[in-house]
T-cell receptor, first 114, second 110 residues
C-alpha cells in the first residue's frame, strides 16, 4: 500500500447526470476525508468518516451529495443531478485515529460538468 | 467565510535564500496547524505541523512559527531549492475539521 488512491482521475459528464467517485485510503488509517477544490482556492472540507461512521458534514454538502464508507475501508462520493458549479477537483485524504493528525491526500478526481 | 488566509498568492526567491510564507487565521479555537505542498496534478503533501502549545517546530530546512496572539503562522524554508517550487497551503484545525488557505505559489529561481 503506497498511498491514497482515487478513481477515476478525470470525469466529464453532462449536466443532470449522476457521478460516483471512489477513494481507497491507506490501509491502517481510520479517518477518511473528502474535500473539494476549485481553481485558486484551497481544499474545502466536505465530510469525514471515522471507520464507517460519517461524523461530520459541511453545509457545502447539499442534498445532491452523498458519501459512504461501508466496512470502514474504501469510500464513495456520489453527486446526483450534477450542475456546472460542481466542476472541481475532488480530493480524498486519510489519517490515523488521533486527535489531530496530518492527512495524506490522494491525487484527486477532476470533475467537469458540461 | 475564510477562516484561514494566505494573502500572498505568489512569491519568488533566489536559490539558497530564505523563503517565508505567511498565513493568518481568525478562529481562536484552532489548536493544530499544518503546511502542505502541492505540485500540479498531485494531491497536497504534508510538510510540517505545529500544535498550539508550541511556538516553533523545525524539520530540516523547514521551520514553522506560530504567534497565537497575532493569529499568525509562517513557514520558513532555508536554504530554498528549485525543487521547492510549488503551491503551499496552510491549514488549521479545531479538532476534526481542517480549514485550508488559498495557497501561495513559490518559485525558487536557480
Amino acid at each position: 500500500d503506497t498511498g491514497v488512491s482515487q478513481d477515476p482521475r478525470h470525469k466529464i459528464t453532462k449536466r443532470g447526470q449522476n457521478v460516483t467517485f471512489r477513494c481507497d485510503p491507506i490501509s491502517e488509517h481510520n479517518r477518511l476525508y473528502w474535500y473539494r477544490q476549485t481553481l485558486g482556492q484551497g481544499p474545502e472540507f466536505l465530510t469525514y468518516f471515522q471507520n464507517e461512521a460519517q461524523l461530520e458534514k459541511s453545509r457545502l454538502l447539499s442534498d445532491r451529495f452523498s458519501a459512504e464508507r461501508p466496512k470502514g475501508s474504501f469510500s464513495t462520493l456520489e453527486i446526483q443531478r450534477t450542475e456546472q458549479g460542481d466542476s472541481a477537483m475532488y480530493l480524498c485524504a486519510s489519517s490515523l485515529l488521533t486527535g489531530a493528525d496530518e492527512q495524506y491526500f490522494g491525487p484527486g478526481t477532476r470533475l467537469t460538468v458540461t | 467565510d475564510q477562516q484561514v488566509k494566505q494573502n500572498s498568492p505568489s512569491l519568488s526567491v533566489q536559490e539558497g535564500r530564505i523563503s517565508i510564507l505567511n498565513c493568518d487565521y481568525t478562529n481562536s479555537m484552532f489548536d493544530y496547524f499544518l503546511w502542505y505542498k502541492k505540485y500540479p496534478a498531485e494531491g497536497p503533501t504534508f510538510l510540517i505541523s505545529i500544535s498550539s502549545i508550541k511556538d516553533k517546530n523545525e524539520d530540516g530546512r523547514f521551520t514553522v512559527f506560530l504567534n497565537k496572539s497575532a493569529k499568525h503562522l509562517s513557514l520558513h524554508i532555508v536554504p530554498s531549492q528549485p525543487g521547492d517550487s510549488a503551491v503551499y497551503f496552510c491549514a488549521a484545525s479545531p479538532g476534526n475539521q481542517f480549514y485550508f488557505g488559498t495557497g501561495t505559489s513559490l518559485t525558487v529561481i536557480p
